[in-house]
Structures are given as C-alpha cells and as structure tokens.
C-alpha cells in the first residue's frame, strides 16, 4: 500500500512518465538486436524466445537498480591506459561494443552472400538454425550492456527506487506488446533488415567509443536512425505507387 501511495503524487507521477518514456526509447536498440538474433530460430520458437529475452531484461535492470551502490561503483577507476584511467563500466561497455560490431558486420556479411545459414531473402536454411539456448545467451550478454545504460540513466533522473523498478516494468511490457510486430517486420522486409543492422553496428561503435572517453549525445544517435527510417519509408510508397 505503501509503494502505491509513493507513486500517487504530482512529481513521482511526472517522473515515473518521464523515465518510463525514456525506458522505452533506450529499448529500442534491445529490441533490434532480440529481433535479428531470434530470426534465426525456427519460426515457432521465435516469439517465445523473444518474451523470455524481455523478461531476463527486465530482471536485470531490477537487479541492478536494487545494487544501486555497486553500479555506482562500476565508476570508480581500476586502471590506467594511456593517462585515461578505466572503469568497470568502460570495461563492459567496450566489450558490448566490440561484441555488437563483430556480431553486426557478421550478419551483414551473411545477408548480401546469403551465408551463416540464410537464403539469398534472409530466410533461415532448414537444418541451419541456432539452438534457443546459444540466442538466449547472446540476448543475456547483450542485455548486460543495455541495462547498464538504462539503470545509469534512471538513477541520474530520480531517486527513488520504487518509479525506476515501475518505470522499466511498464516499459518491457510495451516492448513486449510490440517486439513481435517489429521482428517480423524486419525479417519480412531485406531492405529494414540491412537497415536495423546499420543500427546496431552505430550502437556498438557508440558504446565502444562511450568506453574509451568519447561520448557521443544519444540525441544525435537517434536522429540518425530516425532520419534512415524516414528515407526508408519515402522508399516504401515509392515502391508501392510503382507496384500499382
């Protein structure tokens, strides 16, 4: 009754609306990536996997907000390379970075030659599909990396624990409402498909260039991926207007 009666004022609604949207675009990338890595299943297993993904999410990122000290901690320096002294959350954000390069230009590369177990379409080849538990590993690994980002963001917005756990509940329940649509829309389209990995290939070297020192404004990442998307729309109606 307590935390209800928290949440039920003017500034903790304010801020729990706020940090629940900012949430929501944050998982945008999460999204993406669990979109592309579960179209490698077989197409029954696909929506079961991606809930599974979403859940781990969010359960991370509760986790980590109720250690709130320790992720404030991962900060603190450990070493020193080149006169820039390295933290541990330089140390997981180059290692998510490095992963989401290497993991990005893979599938790239598998898509155009139609290799790593696709057909020229991006459609999996039958017998060629990784197992459930080697992509729910990915999404975990993955998961660390956005989660970090996404506590450090709520816990420089509000100090309460109570709107951080309800904000990013109330956001995996949306990416959840809307994780399948996407996915199938990515795989059913070659074109947003090369487009979402472009995406996560920014996102990686974003992180990958966060870990070394050289922040890059979020606000200009998703301005970049809003225009791409903007260009690839104009592409659909001008392919729809010459199909009729």
Known sequence: ????????????????????ALEIVL???????IAIITSKLPYAQQARIRRIGLVMAMLQRILLLLAISWVVGLTAPLFTVLARAISGRDLILIGG???????????????IEGGHGETADGATKPGKTISPAN???QITLLDIV???DSV???VGMVNNVAIMITAVVASVVVMMI????????????PTVKMLALSFLLLIGVTLLADGTGHHVEKGYIYFAMSFSILVEVFNF???GRKAA
Do not use: W
């Open 146 to 148: 956005f989660s970090l």
């Open 27 to 33: 998982g945008i990338d999460n999204i993406v990536f």
């Open 178 to 189: 809307f994780a399948t649509p996407v996915s199938e829309f990515i795989v059913k389209h």
């Open 97 to 111: 970075g490095l992963f989401l390069i290497a993991k990005s230009t893979f599938e790239i590369h598998g898509t």
């Open 135 to 137: 992509v729910l590993i």
């Open 237 to 239: 109606k001008l392919r």
């Open 1 to 20: 009754m307590d935390y209800f009666a928290s949440l039920l004022t003017v500034p903790n609604l304010i801020a729990l609306l706020t940090l629940g």
């Open 152 to 154: 450090i963001t709520a």
